[in-house]
């Protein structure tokens, strides 16, 4: 990228913060010591500017998201409902500044979709369009990455459960209301979920099975026939991933383990180790559990993951992508 537009260094921009990878973006930003002259919090939903939040560890207010305050930004991340915050994006030509689209189902039609672990070294400095993919896509492409490095995959169904995290606070407030009311006898709410999500299990409503589908195959082979069932779980953080999927090559799980384990975005028990869905939560990587090979099936084997959706999957993944954009080699 072009150096930074002012001479204290580059000024970077969260779009609606308040949300809770626009919040983690803020702690990766700081826990990373990422090299900033100025964090600009803007709001695009009409609904926080004003409100009092921090940006390492010191106060700043949020500020309704304006023509005036992009132009002065080197990079913006785009976080919260991608409907507010496709007029702001179109501006990034004439303010010159780059976009990190975090927003969820991205709108963006001629972005780049950036992972790390993947595909950071195709990304070059006129890449100012840039989306950081669904926090479902991200896991499962990186493992399918690892193992088409070995053998092209024929054939992936995914079962996937997502938390009430994806629904932002407010979802993982009414679960634990839910999960209290069941416990006490009581009514449950049903504000953010249409039915009793705690102690259940049912299909997610938002189908965005086909939209996450395609980006994996944009970053892996356009070519494998994948599946992809999303359900609602009565999880307050982390995705938890049941992959089966058929090479072509029939590998060993050895050879799945030892090749997955070359990605340091992807960790494997050790030793005694076990992984479930509350180990992903703040962790770094994708934990997988287990790659088991399928009994019946020539080259078919199982793969059970989990992921922290706001780190990983989303905000770190952002970061990482932010970092190469404006610095080339610092993103690992």
């Keep these: ?91 990034h030509r004439e303010d010159r500044f780059a976009v990190i689209d975090v ?8 972005g780049k979709l ?25 896991p499962i492409a990186l493992i399918l990455h690892q193992i088409e490095t070995l053998s092209a995959v024929e054939l992936c169904t995914a079962t996937v459960v997502q938390p009430a995290s994806e629904f932002e606070q407010i979802g993982v407030e009414e679960l634990a209301q839910q999960t209290i009311s069941v416990l006490n006898i009581q009514t449950v709410p049903k504000e953010v979920f249409d039915r009793q999500l705690a102690f259940n299990l049912y299909p997610a409503l938002e189908h965005n099975e086909e939209f996450i589908v395609e980006q994996i195959r944009t970053l892996t082979d356009p070519d494998v026939q994948f599946a992809l069932l999303i359900t609602q779980g009565t999880i307050f953080h982390g995705h938890t991933f049941s992959l089966f999927l058929k090479t072509r090559d029939d590998l060993s799980v050895d050879q799945i383990t030892s090749r997955l384990r070359e990605n340091p975005a992807i960790v494997l028990p050790e030793g005694d180790q076990t992984f479930g869905t509350i180990d992903a939560a703040g962790k770094d990587e994708v934990l997988v559990a287990e790659v088991r090979r399928d009994p019946t099936i020539r080259g078919g084997f199982w793969v059970w993951a989990v992921c922290d959706n706001l780190r990983r999957s989303s905000a770190l993944n952002a970061v990482l992508v932010a970092e190469k954009v404006l610095f080339a080699d610092s993103a690992n």
């Design 1 to 91: 990228m072009a150096k930074p537009k002012s001479s204290a260094g580059y000024r970077v921009g969260i779009v609606n913060p308040l949300t809770l990878v626009g919040n983690e973006i803020k702690t990766i930003l700081r826990e990373r010591s990422f090299p900033f002259a100025k964090v600009a919090l803007l709001d695009a939903t009409g609904k926080a500017a004003g409100a009092l939040t921090d940006v390492s560890d010191e106060p700043a207010v949020v500020s309704a998201i304006s023509d005036d305050e992009l132009e002065d930004l080197d990079l913006v991340f785009f976080c919260g409902p991608p409907a507010g915050n496709r007029e702001w994006i179109d501006h």
């Design 114 to 138: 950036a992972i790390a672990g993947i595909n950071l070294d195709d990304i070059k400095g006129t890449d100012t369009l840039l989306i950081s993919p669904h926090p479902v896509t991200i």
């Design 103 to 110: 927003s969820q189902p991205s709108t963006i039609e001629k």
